[in-house]
């Protein structure tokens, strides 16, 4: 045990599994955000048929907890459905690791939140759900506001969201201006593959 990390957290940290973008991903989802210091994009590949992830990778940015506990997410869920992924918690993910600091739950919890969203678009690209506020807002508590470390809408950032169709206008109240382009940029991104034409506008 090294500062408080299990020997399967050191070994993931040293040697993550599934690493990169995926290229033929179908759907992607990003949690966290760069500035708070913990960061993930998970990358998925689902067959439309079965629902079986066939295809899973992470890019993510942080500490030694993130890094682990984003690569332990792509091994549990490779080759699994949808049903099996969906009962997934962080508590699962901690026990598969050999336990963490209770200092660093938050990446895994960041690494369950990223898989929600991803079967959330999922159901969404599928019309299996549709594209209302709810849906909306839970993609967006995903990602964090790097000025406050809550996420966008616990942080008060988003004003107001309207749906039409595949139109999505989101309004937002970006407090500091230094994080602005990485906040807009982390909301587009959170909404990729879904086919949708999105306008994010300043109060």
């Known amino acids: 045990m090294k500062i408080g990390y299990s020997p399967k957290v050191m070994e993931l940290f040293k040697n993550p599994k599934n690493v990169g973008a995926l290229e033929d991903a179908n759907v992607t ?12 994009k998970l990358y998925v590949k689902i067959d439309p048929e079965t629902e079986i992830i066939e295809d899973i990778s992470f890019e993510s940015y942080g500490c030694v907890a993130n890094i682990a506990t984003s690569s332990m997410i792509t091994e549990m869920v490779r080759g699994k459905n949808l ?12 026990r598969e690791l050999g336990g ?7 990446c895994a919890v960041l690494a369950i939140q990223a898989l929600r969203t991803i079967i959330r678009k999922w159901e969404c690209i599928q019309g299996k759900a549709e594209l209302d506020e709810e849906f909306v807002k839970g993609i967006l508590r995903g990602i964090l506001d790097p ?9 008060g950032i988003i004003k107001g969201i309207e749906i039409s169709g595949k139109n999505l206008k989101i309004s937002v109240a970006i407090g500091d201006a230094e994080y602005r382009e990485e906040i807009v940029s982390n909301i587009e991104e959170a909404f990729e593959k879904m086919g949708l034409k999105m306008e994010i506008k300043e109060e």
């Open 29 to 40: 989802a990003i949690a966290g955000s760069i500035a708070c210091g913990d960061m993930l």
């Open 147 to 155: 000025e406050t470390d809550k996420d966008m809408i616990s942080s």
């Open 83 to 94: 049903d099996y992924a969906r009962k997934l918690t962080f508590q699962d993910e901690v």
């Open 100 to 106: 963490l600091p209770k200092v660093k739950y938050h």
